[in-house]
């Protein structure tokens, strides 16, 4: 597969046209891409300094979801996605599934494929799983997807995919053994063309693309890196390379889907699964915090929707939405429903035309396990943490600039209430100015408390050994 250089993808992503295909299915097709560890200020409609022409062009054409919010880690946004439930909900609140635990998202849950292939459609997955692999069962093609190609645990090499002395790479269940040396991201997205060019015009597609990038290592090709010269810091140089190469694989994504004729029926939602990750040169700012943190840069993701069935686009649309949505909203796009009793509630609406959310409260997170116990909700303008918020904590700024303020001088556990349509940033703790919203709050979280699944955290499985298996996971 040809690939397009950046200043080409620009061109070509307002140029495309519909093809004959784009006409034999009314169920729209559905393209959910999410990045990986994708910081607030590490995306071009947030930053200037940041080149991600065609993210940039589907976000400005679309609608940029500028309230839309994930979970402070990788684990437990990905359950959000698959199963419409608040991973408190699911048992898996608890930091993420390490290689070594025999952990899964119960089979209880229904996942999104499972749903819409009851509907009718095509479901692939390229990308990162993170979702357990201990038991077959738990693995995509036993959970709804008629094909699989990627990595089960959360990070691997891009270059050698092994992670801790195992080779991480699945072709559905067969293990790929002829990648070495080749960078992800392009064999992935190569995968994901090939899929497009033979995919069906008269069957909907539900494309699930949990993309690598920028999860550390930070590992990319020398010409991405190379278009951030200015800057000095090499770690900051590479990372921003990587957003570079995703925003190039998301071109050569939509530019298959237009060839071949689908792009005017899709349904494309992006987000990240989690805000950037500071100590891997993700930037966040002026939002505080950032990945494995309770704070807003760990939870307020980006993320826009774009497709020509939107009937409102070119805006930023401020309207309170959760990861959780995404499954009952993708749900009600193909023309289905979700189960009652989920956490998740349908914004198609909001995204189609602009209307109000019908969410007005979430839940950040419940914890009882140490050393991360913890609870946070939002309720309307107001946001309360109580226990382990989370460091970093402060608001920094990218590392070729000045005034950075990585710590606030905030004790590790605490007590914190912020209003968020006022302070934002989150510099203003008014939990001893205004005590009986405290308590207001408080109760809220103790209700939501009530309903805590324990963590899945079991304790590493000695039979989990990559060498025991090939070497590999």
């Given amino acids: 597969m040809l690939r397009v250089v950046l200043l080409l993808l620009t061109g070509t992503l307002a140029a495309g046209s519909a093809q004959p295909g784009s006409k034999n299915t009314t169920k729209p097709n559905i393209l959910f891409i999410v990045a990986d560890d994708l ?24 609608v940029i979801l500028d309230q839309s919010y994930v979970n402070y880690v990788c684990t437990p946004s990905r359950t959000a996605f698959m199963t419409g439930y608040f991973p408190y ?62 990595y089960y645990n959360g990070a691997e090499d891009y270059y050698t995919h092994v992670i801790a002395n195992g080779l991480d790479l699945r072709d559905d269940k067969e293990v790929v053994k002829t990648k070495n040396g080749q960078y992800g991201t392009y064999f992935f997205t190569d995968r994901v063309v090939d899929i497009v060019e033979k995919h069906p015009a008269d069957t909907p597609l539900f494309l699930y693309l949990p993309f690598q990038n920028v999860h550390q290592p930070l590992q990319v090709p020398k010409r991405f890196e190379d278009m951030y010269a200015s800057v000095q810091n090499e770690n900051r140089r590479k990372l921003l390379g990587m ?53 807003e840069g760990g939870n307020r993701g980006v993320a826009f929707a774009h497709g020509k069935m939107l009937q409102k686009t070119g805006y930023t649309n401020n309207e309170m ?11 009600a796009a193909a023309g289905g429903t979700a189960d009652a009793g989920i956490d998740g509630v349908s914004q198609l609406d ?31 303008d107001y946001k309360l943490i109580e226990g382990y918020a989370g460091k970093p904590d402060g608001w920094i700024r990218p590392d070729n600039l000045t005034d950075t303020k990585a710590d606030s001088g905030d004790p590790f556990i605490g007590t914190w209430l912020f209003n968020l349509k006022d302070d934002p940033t989150e510099h203003h703790n008014l939990a001893d100015t205004m005590p009986d919203k405290l308590k207001e ?24 050994n990559p060498q025991d298996w090939g070497g590999a996971w």
């Fill in 441 to 464: 709050m408080q109760a809220k979280l103790a209700e939501y408390r009530k309903s805590l699944v324990p963590a899945i955290n079991p304790p590493p499985d000695p039979k989990s």
């Fill in 350 to 380: 909001t995204i189609m035309t602009g209307k109000p959310s019908p969410r007005t409260e979430f839940v950040y997170n419940i914890d009882d396990e140490f050393p991360t116990k913890q609870g946070a909700i939002r309720v309307g």
């Fill in 321 to 331: 939405i959760h990861a959780v949505d995404w499954f009952p909203t993708i749900l």
């Fill in 39 to 62: 910081g607030w200020n590490d995306v071009g409609w947030h930053n200037p300094d940041v080149k991600t022409p065609v993210l940039d062009q589907l976000a400005q054409e679309g």
């Fill in 243 to 295: 957003v570079s190469a995703l925003d190039e694989a998301v071109g050569n994504v939509t530019m298959a889907m237009k060839n071949a004729g689908l792009w005017d029926n899709t349904l494309v939602i992006f987000t990240t699964d989690n805000g950037g990750w500071i100590v891997a040169s993700g930037n966040n700012y002026p939002l505080r915090g950032g990945k494995v943190t309770l704070w």
């Fill in 89 to 150: 909900h699911v048992g898996t609140q608890h930091l993420v599934i390490f290689p070594w635990q025999a952990s899964a998202v119960p089979s209880n849950f229904t996942f999104l494929p499972e749903k819409l292939k009851g509907l009718g459609y095509a479901t692939h997955m390229v990308g990162k799983w993170h979702l357990g692999f201990c038991n077959w069962k738990y693995t995509p093609t036993y959970r709804g997807f008629d094909s699989f190609y990627g």
